[in-house]
Structures are given as structure tokens and as C-alpha cells.
């Protein structure tokens, strides 16, 4: 049995501290896609602690993590973000397994992503930098080294191959920039991920599926950033739906159960693409001070905006949504009036539909207003007990999406979650 963690938005729902809540249910917390442009945020000991690459569930002494061979991994922030782990006294080797399917990030392959997003100009998609497009690509083009490679002796030989390939693209780029640091730490990190079990992950997951374990499969980035069903060009280079746990452990769709997708009681986005709920204004700015919109992974400052339950709904309905958890709701305590996108106009025509290119398309929000609930909900741990107008709000939401709301996040600690019955 596979239940799924993914983000419904463009990322930065608060998957991580979800994750964490839910982990100590499951047997196995696995990733399933993306790599180091993760930031998955975790308060441990009331010490904060932003998770990249590693499940979420590493924090919990009885339960297995996995990187599957979805995952592009980054050798050097992998090491870096062991020694985090490691400094809350967690025995990371013990729980933690790699897949050797997994491809791997190289030190040209961050240089080939700074290389291109340069060279765009004003066009820029909003890339991490952190090399995740070149590394799928090379996934995609055949070429790319997998975790598995470093128990090949043949492997430095394969690595140079490949540098020199992105050497000749990059000098095509007109692009150049010393990497000798870059390199030399990667290769430390190598020597580091060799202690790690690395196992045959499809094989694993499906016989601990067969003995009745529990699999958590944990999402990266959001739907709404997803390759194929996101706002294109402005996404990632992974599937980050639910399909993409079938390609990304190697586990087939009838063993997935639950989806639960997590979602933001506004919006936000960082970097470039399309936002039509987008606030340019004083009420913005408000939402990103209270909401602290700082991106986990680059600390870029967050676009903010209402609630759009057109995105919302179609991400529910690609997803296959079972369970909606929505985060950050006690952020809005100190607004007077909220506000819900439940239609696009489109060159005069209202739609309920995500359009095709949406960053090709003049879409104006159709915007119907709620009064605030102006009262502090963070220690509230009851559904019946939340503001009544606070309860209005998830309740239209829920008829609209014709999927419930069944958790309420109203603050960062693990406890503050309420759950709706």
C-alpha cells in the first residue's frame, strides 16, 4: 500500500512539515522526483531544518527513508545535508537508502543551468540553478551517470566523458566559469554516498508492498509546476504528480491508495511564470511578511496572492485527490476580507478551465470576497472550535473542489494541525 505527499500549487506548500506529521504511520518515506531545488522545512526541537534531497521522514528513529531512481541527487548537497541531519543526533546511515537508479548531478551540469538561464535574457523560466534541468535532460538524452555507476571501476572515465560533453556546450554558450572547487567536492561527496546503501529500489519497495509495509511516497516541487500538466515553459523537469510515483519508485498504479495533497490557504510562487492571482499591492506585501514567503531553497522572496481554486481544482483532478491538508491558514487571522479566484475571464469569456499557455493568454481572476475571522487560531486544535466565518471559507472551498479539507495547518510546530472529521 502506497499513499502519496505532493503539493498542489507551485511549490512551497509546507509538504515537509505534513510529511513529518504523517510519517510515524508508515513504514518507508520515499522521494519520488526532483532533487536539491526541494526545500522541505521541518521544526525539530523547535530547531529549524530545510531538507533537500533526504525523505522527511529521517527525523523518526523507526522508519526507513528511500531517495528513489525519480530523484536527481547532488552528491555535494546530499553530504552537507547529512551533517545537518547528523547534528540532531540522528543516525542517518541506518534509515537511509538510495536507489541506484537514481541519476546523478555533476558539477557541469550546474554550470550548463546557470550557462542557459543566462543566455535567456528576460525570458527566464526562474531556475534553482542547482542543475536539475541539465541533469534530466541527460536522463532523457541517455547519457547521465546513475548512483549505481560509483561501484563501476570504470566510473571517473565515465564522468569525464561526460564533462567534456557539457564542455562543449558550454564554450557554445560562449559560457565560462571555473567548476575545479565544485569538482573537487564532488568527488568527496562520492567517496561519502559510497558508505550508503545503495539498493535495486523497485525491488525493495515492491517486497516490503508484498510483506503489508507502509510506503509513504513525499512529492517535491508542486502540480502546478509539474513537465507536462504545469504552466509551460515556467516549470520543472520532473513529473511532480501522482503519476510520477509509478515512473519514480517503480511501483504500479493500483498500489497507490490515498492522495493527499497539500495546498496553501493563498498562493505563492517564486521566480518567473504565470500567477493570476498575483498581488502587487500593500496586501501582497502583507501576505508575504505574515506568511515569512521566503523560498527555502534560494531564500528568494516569494509572489504572493489569494487563493485559486481553478489551479486548485484542476491539480485535484490530475492527481486523483483523496485528502486535501491546507496549510498556513493562520496566516490570514489578521485579514479583514479574503478573497477566492473561481473563474477565469478570458477575452470576455468566464472558464473554469487551466488554459494551454497560460502565459500567452490575458486572464482576469473572477474574485468572490469573504469577511476575515480577525482572530488568532494558532493554539485552537479543534474543527468545531475554529472562527465561525474561518469554517465558512473551508467549506466553500470543499464544495468546490468536491474534495474535503480534512487537516488544518495553523502554525509551524508539528502539533498544530487541526483535523476536520
Same mark, same amino acid.
Given at each position: 500500500?502506497?499513499?502519496?505527499?505532493?503539493?498542489?500549487?507551485?511549490?512551497? /506548500?509546507?509538504?515537509?512539515?505534513?510529511?513529518?506529521?504523517?510519517?510515524?504511520?508508515?513504514? !518507508?518515506?520515499?522521494?519520488?522526483?526532483?532533487?536539491?531545488?526541494?526545500?522541505?522545512?521541518?521544526?525539530?526541537?523547535?530547531?529549524?531544518?530545510?531538507?533537500?534531497?533526504?525523505?522527511?521522514?529521517?527525523?523518526?528513529?523507526?522508519?526507513?527513508?528511500?531517495?528513489?531512481?525519480?530523484?536527481?541527487?547532488?552528491?555535494? @548537497?546530499?553530504?552537507?545535508?547529512?551533517?545537518?541531519?547528523?547534528?540532531?543526533?540522528?543516525?542517518?546511515?541506518?534509515?537511509?537508502?538510495?536507489?541506484?537508479?537514481?541519476?546523478?548531478?555533476?558539477?557541469?551540469?550546474?554550470?550548463?543551468?546557470?550557462? $542557459? /538561464?543566462?543566455?535567456?535574457?528576460?525570458?527566464?523560466?526562474?531556475?534553482?540553478?542547482?542543475? !536539475?534541468?541539465?541533469?534530466?535532460?541527460?536522463?532523457?538524452?541517455?547519457?547521465?551517470?546513475?548512483?549505481?555507476?560509483?561501484?563501476?571501476?570504470?566510473?571517473?572515465?565515465?564522468? !569525464?566523458?561526460?564533462?567534456?560533453?557539457?564542455?562543449?556546450?558550454?564554450?557554445?554558450?560562449?559560457?565560462?566559469?571555473?567548476? $575545479?572547487?565544485?569538482?573537487?567536492?564532488?568527488?568527496?561527496?562520492?567517496?561519502?554516498?559510497?558508505?550508503?546503501?545503495?539498493?535495486?529500489?523497485?525491488?525493495?519497495?515492491?517486497?516490503?508492498?508484498?510483506?503489508?509495509?507502509?510506503?509513504?511516497?513525499?512529492? =517535491?516541487?508542486?502540480?502546478?509546476?509539474?513537465?507536462?500538466?504545469? @504552466?509551460?515553459?515556467?516549470?520543472?523537469?520532473?513529473?511532480?504528480?501522482?503519476?510520477?510515483?509509478? @515512473?519514480?519508485?517503480?511501483?504500479?498504479?493500483?498500489?497507490?491508495?490515498?492522495?493527499?495533497?497539500?495546498?496553501?490557504?493563498?498562493?505563492?510562487?517564486?521566480?518567473?511564470?504565470?500567477?493570476?492571482?498575483?498581488?502587487?499591492?500593500?496586501?501582497?506585501? /502583507?501576505?508575504?511578511?505574515?506568511?515569512?514567503?521566503?523560498?527555502?531553497?534560494?531564500?528568494?522572496?516569494?509572489?504572493?496572492?489569494?487563493?485559486?481554486?481553478? =489551479?486548485?481544482?484542476?491539480?485535484?483532478?490530475?492527481?486523483?485527490?483523496?485528502?486535501?491538508?491546507?496549510?498556513?491558514?493562520?496566516?490570514?487571522?489578521?485579514?479583514?476580507?479574503?478573497?477566492?479566484?473561481?473563474?477565469?475571464?478570458?477575452?470576455?469569456?468566464?472558464?473554469?478551465?487551466?488554459?494551454?499557455?497560460?502565459?500567452?493568454?490575458? !486572464?482576469?481572476?473572477?474574485?468572490?470576497?469573504?469577511?476575515g475571522w480577525k482572530t488568532d487560531t494558532t493554539s485552537l486544535k479543534n474543527y468545531n472550535n475554529l472562527p465561525q466565518r474561518m469554517i465558512e471559507y473551508v467549506e466553500f472551498i470543499n464544495k468546490y473542489l468536491k474534495v474535503n479539507i480534512t487537516y488544518i495547518s495553523n502554525g509551524p510546530g508539528r502539533d498544530q494541525l487541526v483535523e476536520n472529521v
Open positions: 500500500m502506497v499513499d502519496v505527499i505532493l503539493g498542489l500549487q507551485w511549490g512551497d /506548500e509546507g509538504k515537509g512539515k505534513i510529511v513529518d506529521f504523517f510519517a510515524p504511520r508508515y513504514d !518507508i518515506i520515499a522521494r519520488f522526483q526532483g532533487g536539491p531545488n526541494a526545500g522541505h522545512t521541518l521544526y525539530v526541537n523547535d530547531k529549524k531544518v530545510v531538507l533537500h534531497q533526504i525523505p522527511s521522514g529521517i527525523f523518526h528513529d523507526k522508519t526507513t527513508n528511500l531517495i528513489g531512481n525519480g530523484v536527481v541527487l547532488d552528491p555535494i @548537497t546530499f553530504k552537507k545535508e547529512c551533517e545537518s541531519v547528523a547534528s540532531f543526533g540522528v543516525d542517518y546511515k541506518k534509515n537511509l537508502l538510495i536507489s541506484q537508479r537514481a541519476h546523478l548531478i555533476i558539477p557541469t551540469h550546474r554550470a550548463l543551468d546557470k550557462a $542557459s /538561464e543566462v543566455s535567456k535574457g528576460n525570458e527566464k523560466i526562474g531556475s534553482t540553478l542547482k542543475g !536539475i534541468g541539465p541533469a534530466y535532460m541527460d536522463k532523457t538524452g541517455r547519457n547521465g551517470l546513475r548512483v549505481g555507476d560509483l561501484l563501476d571501476k570504470n566510473f571517473t572515465t565515465q564522468y !569525464i566523458r561526460l564533462r567534456l560533453k557539457h564542455q562543449k556546450l558550454l564554450d557554445g554558450l560562449n559560457f565560462h566559469e571555473d567548476i $575545479s572547487d565544485w569538482e573537487e567536492e564532488f568527488f568527496e561527496a562520492l567517496e561519502f554516498m559510497r558508505q550508503f546503501k545503495i539498493v535495486n529500489g523497485e525491488y525493495y519497495i515492491n517486497n516490503k508492498i508484498s510483506e503489508g509495509k507502509k510506503v509513504l511516497a513525499e512529492g =517535491a516541487q508542486g502540480s502546478m509546476l509539474d513537465v507536462d500538466f504545469g @504552466t509551460f515553459p515556467f516549470v520543472t523537469s520532473s513529473n511532480t504528480i501522482s503519476a510520477g510515483v509509478c @515512473t519514480g519508485l517503480g511501483v504500479a498504479p493500483q498500489q497507490i491508495r490515498d492522495v493527499i495533497g497539500v495546498s496553501k490557504a493563498y498562493c505563492t510562487r517564486v521566480g518567473s511564470g504565470p500567477f493570476p492571482t498575483e498581488l502587487n499591492d500593500p496586501t501582497g506585501e /502583507e501576505l508575504r511578511k505574515t506568511g515569512s514567503e521566503f523560498g527555502a531553497t534560494t531564500g528568494r522572496p516569494r509572489r504572493c496572492g489569494w487563493i485559486d481554486l481553478v =489551479a486548485l481544482k484542476f491539480a485535484c483532478m490530475i492527481n486523483g485527490v483523496t485528502k486535501i491538508v491546507m496549510t498556513k491558514a493562520d496566516v490570514l487571522d489578521a485579514f479583514e476580507e479574503l478573497k477566492v479566484c473561481t473563474a477565469y475571464n478570458i477575452d470576455g469569456e468566464s472558464t473554469d478551465e487551466i488554459p494551454f499557455q497560460m502565459n500567452r493568454v490575458n !486572464i482576469e481572476p473572477q474574485l468572490q470576497t469573504f469577511a
